[in-house]
């Protein structure tokens, strides 16, 4: 009796599981300084007491329930062997202390994707898992507005005690919080019409798509604002007419674009009121967009130590020649690893030896580069290969026509993890690096997790038709 005191219930364990999420969207906003290049973060230790407690649980139980899991074997049997395969990238990596530090976050974050489709697992769950998911993410945005009203930036900012315009919420940098809204967004746009819910929660999911996007714009991100969301955009009105009855579609389209146009209004009205001041340059940023294509038009080739790099011709600055230039600098390491990559978490130290004049930054500042370069062709193809069938399931789950017996919820859900992953295509390019950025192995599990449900929800449906009398004559 006293052990079963002791080990957590799972009530414990639901609970343990909504606060570590919190806290991975929040990252190292909430962390305490224990020795000098080490803080300890909040979701580290949520993370640990759940694995600890889990690990109490199959202690006790000498099982733990994970049948559900069974229908997403393919992904978490590939995070296995990606790890495994990090691990083994140890042996001819350059700098093993980068290597044991970059795999300790692929374990950590792979582990945190899967704890989706675990503690998920049932419609009231997920719900419960959405709402903690909004709730952080609103605080987020908030504090993005009030930022770029006040100028005050959290600790975790680069900008922490400079007088800049810069938005970054609870992230080091305008471009990690961009990419966090347009994998975020899809949801909250979605949710004004995929499912019921009462005219306060509608209210406060319209409110959080405007602050949102208008912290978006303030970001100045171009890959995020004038490409991935433009193409979230895109697929989000071709799916429409799949996604939505026909009647209902015919019935509400006036209202809906009402909706949407007065958020791209109101949008438009903070974007002109707050950011046309002399010291924000986000709005000339994002004008620069199209220099990009300019920028990206020369010749792709290493350049030499004497060359460095130069300011781009379109946007006349050197971000994106030097991301050029980093990537191309990537591919020439893949290349010499013999297609095996560079080890885990090693391209930095390549980068720290090789890289010309020019550049500050040793980070590859691409995710499907960093993928690629640190593990090698065969990790990459298996990846993408897998990204792209959660896409292709999440469309069958979201479609009316393949999969007209899912619930609303799960409907809403698989559409939007669609737009959402389907964004972070483009927006997997802004972040520095995304092997510890939470809001992207989120949205991956939040995905994962609606299969989950859209599977167990279609069994059920067939067992239901299978017991059903026969009303033939």
Partial sequence: MLSSLMLPRQQWLEKLFYAMIAFALLGPTLRVPLIPGFKLTFFRVAFFALAVALILRWVNDKRIEASHMYRIRWYWAFFAFWVAYAAISLTWVIDLGRGIKYLTFLLMMTLLCLSFPFFANTEKQFWQTMRTLFWVFFAIVAFGLFESITFFHLPS???????????????????????????????????????????????????????????????????NTMLALPLILLVWAVSLPFTVDREKLKKNFLRGLSVFLSIVLIVGLLNVSLLSGGKNSSRAKLASTFGIFLDLKGDWKVPTDEEGVSEGEGTGGTSITVRQTLLLYGLKYLQESNYMGVGAGNVEAHNETKLGKGINTVNIHNWWAEVSVNFGVLIFVMYMALYFGLLHWLWRLASMKRSPHVSP??????????????????????????????????????????VVLGEQYGKRQKRCRRHLPSTGE
């Fill in 157 to 223: 900012s680069r900008y922490w005690l400079d007088d800049a315009p810069n938005i970054t919420s609870v992230f080091r940098n305008q471009n990690d919080l961009a990419t966090a809204i347009t994998l975020a967004l899809p949801f909250l746009g979605t949710s004004l019409y995929m499912f019921k819910a009462n005219r306060r929660t509608k209210v406060l999911a319209y409110i959080t798509v405007i602050v949102a996007s208008y912290c978006l714009l303030a970001t100045g991100s171009r890959s």
């Fill in 409 to 450: 919820l799960i409907r809403w859900g698989a559409l939007s993890s669609l737009l959402s992953l389907t964004g972070f295509l483009i927006g997997g390019v802004a972040p520095s690096t995304c092997i510890h950025f939470t809001p992207m192995w989120i949205s991956y599990g939040v995905a994962l997790a609606v």
